[in-house]
């Protein structure tokens, strides 16, 4: 039998999405109880990017589900020295319970998920950013309860986190409103085969009109350095700021996925005002992976 993977939110159901929401805030509610419904399990945990959060999150939420997880940096594996990713995948999952993968290329945890034996959770790629989205979907369900039929406005760049919005848009029957340079949009084809309602639209206040929820990204993410001064110049009308906060509802919240650049993507005054959620949402990331890890592991997520 094959495993369950987590590569992209289109692995998971709508059912299975809303039982990983009410999972999560039953582990965040009951954060103190001693579980072990991952006793004796082991995590691999692959960085060939780095991440605070990722690690902390995944490496404690092991531990407090009674499993045990071990990091593995690009140091650490064959993966960067020209071994197979199919030859790595049949080795560390015939030693492991999990694998979890955080990369560039979407195709090294594609490959990697075709020869494991053992789930691979996507923790990140060039491409998409999946388990950011559950944090953020169970941040506005404690918030503001049901995101279906909600606006949710995605400023900035047409990256990875914003194809999982894209995902989650379509799963979950909220409307998405991506405003973005024209040379910064996202990837056509996963715009184009998405179900959802979903517009691209240049002006950021004209998105913002009335909107639930905005959420934003660096302008240059890790491994775009070279690229910073030419998008600052290109995402330079795009911050979120009070100004153009105001053109959304009354009780709207504000998140990004972190690290943040104040006075960039973000200015001061709304990442620290009072609709921002930024630190209940880096919190679930914790709360909303244990869910996924009992999901994929011992199939308790309800």
């Known amino acids: 039998m094959k495993p369950r993977h987590f590569l ?14 009410k999972r999560g805030i039953e582990l965040k509610q009951n954060r103190y109880t001693h ?3 991952l ?13 605070t959060r990722t690690r902390v999150s995944f490496e404690a939420g092991m531990t407090q589900l009674g499993g045990h997880a071990i990091f593995l940096s690009s140091k650490d594996t064959q993966l960067g020295r020209g071994e197979p990713v199919e030859d790595s ?3 560390i999952s015939r030693m492991v319970d999990a694998v979890m993968i955080r990369t560039h290329d979407h195709s090294i945890i594609t490959r990697f998920a075709d020869y494991s034996s053992v789930p ?8 998409y950013h999946p388990c950011q989205l559950l944090a953020d979907i169970q941040t506005y369900y404690e918030h503001r309860g049901d995101i279906k039929g909600k606006t949710v406005v995605w400023i900035g760049d047409g990256n990875n986190m914003c194809h999982s919005y894209i995902n989650a848009a379509a799963i979950l029957d909220f409307k998405l409103r991506i405003a973005c340079p024209a040379d910064y949009e996202p990837d056509p084809d996963i ?16 998105a913002m009109q009335d909107a639930d929820m905005v959420t934003t990204d660096v ?10 001064t030419a998008r600052i110049h290109a995402f330079k009308d795009y911050q979120v700021n009070s100004h153009n906060m105001a053109y959304t509802k009354p009780d709207a919240l504000f998140m990004h996925c972190l690290p943040a650049h104040r006075g960039e993507e973000v200015a001061a005054e709304v990442i620290d005002g009072p609709q921002s959620v930024v630190w209940d949402q880096a919190e679930n990331r914790l709360h909303a992976q244990k869910a996924l890890l009992e999901f994929l592991l011992v199939g308790q997520a309800r």
């Not at 939110?9 to 929401?21: G, H, R, S, Y």
């Not at 715009?191 to 206040?205: E, F, H, K, M, N």
């Open 191 to 206: 715009l184009t085969c998405s179900q959802g309602d979903i517009q691209v639209i240049r002006d950021p206040a004209q």
């Open 39 to 51: 006793n004796n399990k082991t995590l691999a945990m692959i960085f060939e990017k780095s991440s």
């Open 219 to 228: 302008w240059a993410s890790m491994g775009q350095e070279q690229e910073q």
């Open 35 to 37: 579980h072990q419904t």
């Open 8 to 21: 992209t939110l289109k692995d998971i159901t709508e059912q299975e999405f809303q039982a990983l929401i």
């Open 120 to 127: 691979v959770i996507n923790a990140l790629t060039d491409s």
């Open 89 to 91: 995948a049949r080795v």
